[in-house]
Nanobody
C-alpha cells in the first residue's frame, strides 16, 4: 500500500519561508518521479514543481520559479519543497504526488499516488 505523508505546512507572514516534506512508503521511491501541487479554495489544483528519480532534473511553475526549490533524499524516501519569499497568493493546500515512472510530469493526471495535503497560509 502506497502512502505519501506531507508535513511542514503552517502559517507564515509574507516574505517568510517554509519547508514541506513528503515521506513515501510502499513504492520504489528511487525509481519514482515526484511532484508538488497546490489547490487554493475555489480554484483548480495546479502544478508547483517536479523532480526526476535521481534528483538532478527539476521543473517549476512560473509562479514559483526562483522562490521554491524541490529536492529529494532517496535514502530517506522523502521529497522536500523549500519555499522562500512566500506571498499571500501562495496560500493553498499543498499536495505531494508520485509517479510509477522515473521522469517528471506537470499534469496531475500523470501521477499515480497522492498525499492528503498540508495547508500553507501566508498572511500579508
Amino acid at each position: 500500500q502506497v502512502q505519501l505523508v506531507e508535513s511542514g505546512g503552517g502559517m507564515v507572514q509574507a516574505g517568510g519561508s517554509l519547508r514541506l516534506s513528503c515521506a513515501a512508503s510502499g513504492l520504489p521511491f528511487s525509481r519514482s518521479a515526484m511532484g508538488w501541487f497546490r489547490q487554493a479554495p475555489g480554484k483548480e489544483r495546479e502544478f508547483v514543481a517536479t523532480i526526476a528519480w535521481a534528483g538532478g532534473t527539476t521543473d517549476y511553475a512560473d509562479a514559483v520559479m526562483g522562490r521554491f526549490t524541490i529536492s529529494r533524499d532517496n535514502a530517506k524516501n522523502t521529497v522536500y519543497l523549500q519555499m522562500n519569499s512566500l506571498k499571500p497568493e501562495d496560500t493553498a493546500a499543498y499536495y505531494c504526488a508520485a509517479r510509477r515512472v522515473v521522469w517528471m510530469a506537470r499534469k496531475s493526471t500523470d501521477y499515480n499516488y497522492w498525499g492528503q495535503g498540508t495547508q500553507v497560509t501566508v498572511s500579508s
